[in-house]
């Protein structure tokens, strides 16, 4: 944000704009420019499952549409959705039903404000970044309840209810695996936690101490229950649910509950390649390495290896029940959690 303001500085008659808009002239081409990539990076991520789900079924996958391996295929689909028709069923609750999937996007979205792609390359930087992505992860769980409710559907309020437990359960244990980190830090803005880890790999706190280590792992099986991932994918289960909490919709709302999905992806696998990967610093030390791979490209690196292990994930395990998800996080998950935070705060306090 910071680089887009110097920019819009260098505009004629700028500083004659009204002190308004020139505080909000940044944030919304902020927003233009995260929204215009995420969208791209969306489709690309489509394609890219699309191909890995094909190559572990020992298929190709698209292969025909726009030439090399099919990679207009999704474009083609993304139109076509973009192109049918918004149908609103009768009996459905009507604004609550047209607000849902906005409210469900706009929570991914909004957590990309403090994330840090690179030294300068964030919206903002601030000091209780940590926090800011905790609270506006939750603004998704709002938007799948009005979803499942306002469509008037025993399948999508099944799917809704399902989602709401399962994100609001997971939430718990994501956030204490957090605070291993944040103890080690003291601080809750993004760049402090990224610029603690500079140095090399050595210096991540993947590999810091044991507590940490096993903080990433509850974080990320975490992560894909609050993305309803598999194996955690029971609110669309298809057999069951038909499609969950968005069964009903169609068109443009469904193509937006999609584009909500594979953002929180990257968020989720962004959050996570901050606070344990080292973010946008180097794997080696130097500053020959960060000549060759900018800070940018090295964070969408880091964030595209833990997307491929999502997907990896889906096609590989089956659906677990309610009772094994609701197991695992309440016995499992959470207690681990709290070994691990009070572990990594004996070791901030006592091992200098």
Same mark, same amino acid.
């Given at each position: 944000m910071e680089s887009i303001a110097q920019l819009l500085q260098l505009m004629p008659k700028y500083d004659a704009l009204p002190a308004l808009l020139r505080a909000s002239l940044p944030m919304l081409v902020s927003s233009i420019v995260i929204f215009a990539l995420l969208s791209l990076v969306v489709l690309f991520l489509v394609w890219l499952e699309r191909k890995v789900s094909a190559h572990m079924q020992d298929? *190709? @996958?698209?292969?025909?549409? %726009?030439?090399?391996h099919g990679w207009a295929q999704t474009i083609a689909d993304a139109i076509k959705l973009l192109l049918k028709e918004d149908i609103v069923p009768e009996s459905t609750d009507r604004v609550l039903f047209k607000m849902a999937p906005f409210i469900v996007f706009l929570g991914a979205f909004a957590a990309f404000v403090v994330i840090p792609f690179g030294a300068s390359s964030i919206v903002s930087d601030l000091n209780i970044g940590v926090l800011y992505i905790l609270a506006i @992860?939750? *603004?998704?769980? =709002?938007?799948?309840?009005?979803? %499942?409710?306002?469509? /008037?559907?025993k399948y999508s309020l099944y799917g809704?209810?399902?989602?709401?437990?399962?994100? =609001?359960?997971?939430?718990?244990?994501?956030a204490i695996a957090i605070m291993t980190v944040v103890i080690l830090v003291g601080s809750l803005s993004m760049q402090d936690i990224v610029n603690a880890q500079k140095g090399g790999i050595? /210096?991540?706190?993947l590999f810091r101490n044991p507590f940490t280590f096993l903080a990433f792992f =509850?974080?990320?099986?975490?992560s894909l229950a609050e993305v309803n991932r598999t194996p955690?994918?029971?609110?669309?289960?298809e057999s069951e649910l038909v499609a969950g909490y968005h069964t009903e919709y169609s068109g443009m709302r469904f193509a937006f509950f999609f584009l909500a999905e594979y953002a929180n992806m990257i968020v989720v696998a962004g959050v996570a390649t901050t606070l344990f990967? @080292? @973010?946008?610093?180097q794997v080696l030390p130097g500053t020959l390495?960060?000549? *060759?791979?900018?800070g940018p490209i090295m964070f969408f690196l880091k964030v595209m290896v833990l997307i491929f292990v999502q997907m990896w994930l889906r096609w590989s395990l089956p659906r677990l029940r309610v009772d094994q998800l609701m197991y695992l996080c309440w016995k499992v998950l959470l207690p681990a959690s709290f070994i691990l935070v009070v572990g990594a705060g004996w070791l901030a306090v006592y091992w200098k």
């Open positions: 298929r *190709l @996958g698209p292969m025909y549409v %726009g030439g090399w @992860g939750s *603004l998704a769980v =709002v938007g799948i309840m009005m979803a %499942g409710w306002a469509s /008037n559907s809704g209810m399902r989602s709401v437990a399962q994100i =609001v359960s997971y939430e718990i244990p994501a050595q /210096n991540w706190f =509850v974080y990320f099986i975490a955690f994918d029971i609110p669309e289960a990967l @080292g @973010g946008w610093t390495a960060a000549q *060759l791979i900018p």
